[in-house]
Structures are given as C-alpha cells and as structure tokens.
C-alpha cells in the first residue's frame, strides 16, 4: 500500500509539471491538480502516523531519542521503528539510515512538489493524551500564491474525516479540554498563533486516530 499511494503521488505530480510547463485547460486544473496531490501526500503520512502508533505509540516532542521497542517523537523516529512510509520518504527523512535512532527530522517535504519548502508536514505531538496532528505549510515555495485556495479545498474535501486547526501557524497543539468526551476529548484545542483561513498553514487531527493511538509521555 505505501508504493501505491508513493506511485500516485509521483504521477499526479508529473500531471503538475505539465499543466505548469505546457498549460493545459488553465489554472482552474492546475488547482486541482495540486489540490489532489497534496491530499494524497496528507494521507500517506498520515497512514504511517497511523500504523505506528497502533502498535507503538506515538511519544511527546522533545523526549528522549528512539530505541527499540519505545514511542517516536518524529517522523524520523517513527522510520526507526518500522516500515511504516514509503521508501522516498524514509530517504527523505533519514537519508543516512542512522541505526543510533537519533529521532531528529520531523519534518516531511513533499515528493510531489520537488520535496523542498513548497509543501511541508510536520507532525504534532507536543500533548500528552493528544490525538496526533500534522501540521502542513503551502505558505512557501511554488504553493505559495494558491496557498489559500489549497488550505481551503483541502479543509473542505476532508471535512468528514479531520478537523481542523487553521489560525495555526506552526506545528503545535492547544491544551485538551478536561470536560469533553468522546472524540472532542482527544483534540487538542486551537493553538491560538493568530494565523488565519487563507494563509496555508493548518493543523489537521484525522477522527480515527483514537483508542490506544495517542501522544504519551
């Protein structure tokens, strides 16, 4: 499944760079192009978010470096302790296959946007008792002057399964609210960076993303 959805986004990016290079139908495909290559890109780490912290754990940021059989607290560390994303990402992530689980990169820069600053993510965890976030900046970069059509459209097309942080402006979470149940329990509030709807930084928190999968200590 990671080298499905590591094809997809390699040929919705190719899709890109032709509308961009050559035109096309104009800006409104070119849109969606990029729309629908950074939901995907969304997804796969997400996924790999996931899977490891179904079995793992997903550790607070800041903690101490990886080893065996402990949580992550990056996207680096996560890469340590299994084969949870893509191979382009790990390279990406941890270009050195570093065994002594340093557990430093947390932040992802998209394949499908020439993996520089144009598309990043970056994972929240800075709560203990937290459902994830990713944090995602299209705010730099070729992204930049569609940046709030994109954060918007991507808000909207995920709207049954995440909720959002938009006025976030970097890759931290807001306290939990001690009084909720149920899935309002694990979300952490907004963060209060005084960011806004248009300027394409967002946290997104994914709904199933529960149970035993959370932030610990």
Known sequence: ?????????????????????????????????????????????????????????????????????????????????????????????????????????????????????????????NVAGATPGLFVNLSQGTLAPNAGFLETQVAFDLRGVATFDRQATSATAGALDAAALGIASRRPADNGDGGTDTDGMFIIYFNDLLADEVVRP
């Open 1 to 125: 499944m990671p080298q499905l959805i590591a094809m997809v986004i390699v040929v919705v990016g190719a899709m890109i760079y032709m509308f961009q290079t050559f035109g096309g139908t104009g800006d409104k495909i070119e849109g969606m192009a990029q729309k629908t290559s950074i939901i995907s890109e969304i997804r796969m780490i997400k996924d790999g978010v996931q899977r490891a912290a179904a079995t793992r754990q997903i550790g607070v940021a800041g903690g101490t470096e990886v080893t065996a059989g402990t949580a992550a607290a990056t996207l680096e560390g996560i890469i340590e302790l299994g084969d949870y994303f893509p191979e382009q990402v790990n390279e990406q992530l941890d270009p050195l296959d570093t065994p002594a689980r340093l557990d430093t990169n947390n932040t992802y820069q998209a394949i499908s946007f020439g993996a520089d600053d144009s598309m990043e993510i970056t994972l929240v965890n």
